[in-house]
């Protein structure tokens, strides 16, 4: 089976002016996204994490070509999306739609929810005439759970979770085949999340949707996710299917990350080793040499610094010179 | 069987009758209308509209014939009175001081007015696309902005007038030229933090094109702004224009503004002729006043800060 997306090395690269610059003197660069390669089949969900600034919405915003980047990100049909002219990319913003992360930021103030909804449709499927416009988007509205007679009503008139319902019928009404939904549940209330992440599934598994789904939170990732993909200072360290992921983290990072979930069962929660991270992310404007993990790695050591660690390892990827679960001695030196 | 219950409840719902929403603009309106001070002013404007409107029918005399009895002894006979038609009494020439005022009135209200549309149109619309393309662009549509400003306007608008004559149009030209240099830097700067809100991103993500952008999402969110911002402009280009004309410059007979008037009023002071000022003055200063409290009223109204 062809993958819907199929990226390879995926950079976004960000020109950062210095202070007090002369305006021809050569801008910095911050390397947001450093090489990123996945495979997205139909239908699937791809859980992407990592700590705040390891360029997860970055990647999800070069996908969907909002910021330039460089590789190659080439879709079902053989068609590479990265570069593509706004005109020839217009075709493929209707197969891409993107849920986004604050519910009431992402949707214009003064238009009514009708509008909202509708304004990816009128884009994309000219030929519709008003009343059809407005058929479709009470069916959407009322698919993702939202009353269809409230469809003038303005965005501030509903709550977080109505909202992010909202944002999901704007994404979902031109029936695209990948949603990319960047942090989608992490302004709502713990119970409005577990809502939404329902709706999410529920309405993948109808449309048969393709999901790349970006969050901090691992434990909403487990839940929807068929593939994880765990970021760091925009690399990929670990690839692999939630289920290994989750019972067997072979990367050092992903399994800091894991120890960090809290469990809702306080014996447990107190018998858990966290491992600790040390330090602060590195700034992505001077990324460490070799291995960008090895300055907070509690298992770093001299070939980290000087060779990049490739991603391998079959279906069960790690970019890791030493992967494996961290030994308790290793645990007792770090913590 | 489900099946079709599950289908006639949908059809239900879907045939509700439709919620009508709260628009922020509603919202806005009613704060505006609890500001009591902003309400009186908009009263007082729409009078003062109402008088430049229909003033010429309730004058008795028309606004360009001198009424030779009074004529020379305006000090004398010229005073306000009922009996012979001048309300607000003469000027020295024996022209009916209320008809002139009724014409000033017009005359000033569509210098403010006009000057302040085409700030609203080019400025917003300047500023919007200077804000949202970014980079080059903007930086070489602001620089023009900041050439444009350092000129002295009211030494080039003066200098216009000399050269090409004193008329309206030139008037207005020159008003026109220099008033939306202030409203397009606002508008850039909104539009700066506008621009990287998440909705503008899910539009472009949705693959609307620029210029919708700009129009349906950016503009309507500037509106706010820019309608306090033109009612504080109206009295500010009605200020200027009678500066020119107080200078002599501006409007030519037999046309008048309150400027104008003012001028003349304050050169026959001396003479005992004192309505010729006052009148002029009053309609200018209550205008003046109910376009300030007005503004604002709208700033009350539509900052979002408030809520």
């Known amino acids: 089976m062809t993958p819907l997306i199929s990226a390879r090395e995926l950079r976004v690269t960000f020109d950062v002016p210095q202070p007090g610059a002369l ?21 699937e969900t791809l859980g992407v994490v990592g700590e705040s600034g390891s360029g997860k919405s970055t990647l999800a915003r070069a996908l969907i070509g909002l910021v330039p980047a460089t590789g190659r990100a080439v879709w079902q049909d053989g068609t590479d999306l990265i570069g593509l002219s706004p005109r020839k990319m217009l075709k493929y913003r209707s197969e891409i739609q993107m849920v986004f992360q604050d519910p009431l930021a992402s949707l214009d103030p003064r ?24 058929t479709r988007v009470k069916d959407m509205m009322d698919r993702v759970g939202l009353l269809p007679n409230q469809i003038n009503r303005y965005p501030h008139e509903f709550s977080g979770g109505q909202c992010q319902r909202i944002g999901i019928a704007r994404a979902l009404i031109v029936e695209p085949r990948l949603v990319i939904c960047d942090e989608p549940v992490s302004a709502l209330d713990v119970s409005i999340q577990a809502q939404v992440i329902n709706l999410m599934g529920d309405l993948q598994r109808d449309l048969g949707l393709a ?81 960008v993990f090895r300055t907070r790695c509690p298992r770093a050591q001299a070939v980290c610094a000087s060779e990049r660690p490739a991603l391998e390892g079959g279906a069960h990827l790690t970019a890791c010179h030493f992967p494996g679960a961290l030994t308790p001695q290793e645990l007792a030196a770090a913590g | ?97 209320f008809s002139r005022t009724v014409q000033g009135t017009q005359v000033s209200l569509m210098v403010g007015l006009i000057g302040a549309g085409i700030a609203v149109i080019v400025g917003t619309l300047y500023g ?37 004559g004193r008329s309206m149009s030139m008037l207005f030209l020159g008003i026109g030229l220099i008033s939306w240099l202030d409203m397009s830097r606002i508008v850039r700067g909104q539009t700066l933090s506008l621009k990287h809100r998440e909705f503008i991103e899910a539009a472009r993500a949705a693959g609307v094109p620029a210029w919708r952008i700009v129009l349906r999402h950016i503009v309507p969110n500037l509106l706010g702004v820019v309608a306090v911002y033109a009612t504080l402009l109206v009295p500010l280009m009605i200020l ?16 008048t503004s309150w400027g104008a008037l003012i001028s003349e009023g304050a050169g026959t002071m001396n003479y005992g002729t004192l309505w010729q000022l006052m009148f002029p003055l009053f309609f200018f200063c209550i205008t003046l006043f109910a376009f300030f409290f007005v503004g604002d009223g709208l700033r009350d109204a539509l900052d979002p800060k408030d809520r």
């Not at chain 1, 939170?217 to 994880?228: C, F, G």
Request: one cysteine or more; aromatic letters at 8%; charged letters at 20%.
């Open chain 2, 128 to 164: 919007a696309t200077a804000g949202y393309v970014g980079g080059r662009t903007d930086a070489v549509m602001m620089r023009a902005v900041d050439v444009l400003m350092s000129i002295p306007y009211m030494f080039v608008l003066i200098l216009l007038l000399v050269i090409f």
């Open chain 1, 111 to 134: 238009m009514t929810v009708g509008q909202i909804i509708a304004e990816p449709l009128v884009t994309h499927r000219k030929g519709l005439s008003r009343a059809e416009v407005k």
């Open chain 2, 240 to 255: 200027s224009e009678s500066f020119i004309s107080f200078l002599g410059l501006g409007v030519q007979e037999p046309l």
């Open chain 1, 23 to 43: 305006p021809w003197s050569k801008p910095r660069q911050l390397h947001a996204v450093g090489g990123v390669s996945f495979d997205l089949m139909p239908g």
């Open chain 1, 211 to 291: 999901l790349i789904f970006i969050a901090h939170d691992l434990s909403v990732v487990k839940h929807i996710s068929d593939r994880v993909l765990v970021m760091y200072l925009g690399r990929v360290m670990e690839l692999a299917e939630a289920q290994a992921l989750y019972a067997e983290p072979r990367h050092p990072y992903t399994q800091a990350l894991l120890s960090a979930v809290p469990i809702p069962d306080p014996g447990r929660e107190r018998a858990k080793r966290m491992i600790p991270l040390g330090g602060e992310l590195p700034s992505p404007m001077n990324p460490p040499s070799g291995c």
């Open chain 2, 1 to 97: 069987m489900i099946e079709t219950q599950k289908m006639q409840s949908l059809a239900a719902r879907l045939s509700q009758p439709e919620v009508k929403g709260r628009s922020p603009w509603a919202d806005a309106r009613r704060r505006f209308r609890r500001n009591r001070a902003a309400m009186v002013s908009l009263a007082v404007l729409i009078l003062v509209g109402l008088f430049a409107i229909f003033g010429n029918q309730i004058a008795a005399w028309p606004n360009d014939e001198m009424d030779f009895s009074v004529m020379g002894q305006a000090a004398q006979l010229g005073a306000p009175s009922w009996t012979n038609g001048h309300y607000f009494g003469t000027d020295d020439l024996g022209r009916d001081l």
